[in-house]
T-cell receptor, first 114, second 111 residues
Framework: DAGITQSPRHKVTETGTPVTLRCHQTENHRYMYWYRQDPGHGLRLIHYSYGVKDTDKGEVSDGYSVSRSKTEDFLLTLESATSSQTSVYFC?????????????FGPGTRLTVL | RKEVEQDPGPFNVPEGATVAFNCTYSNSASQSFFWYRQDCRKEPKLLMSVYSSGNEDGRFTAQLNRASQYISLLIRDSKLSDSATYLCVVNILGGYQKVTFGIGTKLQVIP
């Protein structure tokens, strides 16, 4: 299995509080992604990174920010959590070196915003 | 029209049966294709990439039809352990390797 960990694995928080999720990889892959998965929807891209300090928005980026200060770490921050951000969050990595560039996923973080 | 469409199912099939899933994509510029498997409350895991000439991995066969813009996954001799949700993933090659996920097709293999 690809070396990807996410922390925390579960979190319950209250509306209006800031939350930071961490993704850590040991594969030295260039690309990192944050997705959310909700019933009735496929995985939806929140933000992605194509290198240290290089990030960009995905399709559902409102209310989220990211940072990547090291190759191995990609942080997702909910500045002020809302109930609509209750979801399962997956981090993924990709080598991006050409060819098919499959993505590999971390175990996920289940976030509940009350 | 959604970029990637799948029948969500569920597909209930008996053990030993052959089952096939299709997935259609809307962007003709799509370059690479994948099937992922996702077990309940787990992360998606790569099942197989889908190559232009079609490819097989044991009981699993993937096909690509560019003219009709769909990919398929065939599972032969279904096992109870094949019960999962199968995600179709389409990659429009770009600077950040953007992929689009289908909603997934749920398969339940019944004893």
């Amino acid at each position: 299995d690809a070396g990807i960990t996410q922390s925390p694995r579960h979190k319950v928080t209250e509306t209006g509080t800031p939350v930071t999720l961490r993704c850590h990889q040991t594969e030295n892959h260039r690309y990192m992604y944050w997705y959310r998965q909700d019933p009735g929807h496929g995985l939806r891209l929140i933000h992605y990174s194509y290198g240290v300090k290089d990030t960009d928005k995905g399709e559902v980026s409102d209310g989220y920010s990211v940072s990547r200060s090291k190759t191995e770490d990609f942080l997702l921050t909910l500045e002020s959590a809302t109930s609509s951000q209750t979801s399962v969050y997956f981090c993924a990595i990709s080598a991006g070196t050409g060819g098919y560039n499959e993505q590999f996923f971390g175990p996920g973080t289940r976030l509940t915003v009350l | 029209r959604k970029e990637v469409e799948q029948d969500p199912g569920p597909f209930n099939v008996p053990e030993g049966a052959t089952v096939a899933f299709n997935c259609t994509y809307s962007n003709s510029a799509s370059q690479s294709f994948f099937w992922y498997r996702q077990d309940c409350r787990k992360e998606p895991k790569l099942l197989m990439s889908v190559y232009s000439s079609g490819n097989e991995d044991g009981r699993f066969t993937a096909q690509l039809n560019r003219a009709s813009q769909y990919i398929s996954l065939l599972i032969r001799d279904s096992k109870l352990s094949d019960s999962a949700t199968y995600l179709c993933v389409v990659n429009i090659l770009g600077g950040y390797q953007k992929v689009t996920f289908g909603i997934g097709t749920k398969l339940q293999v019944i004893p």
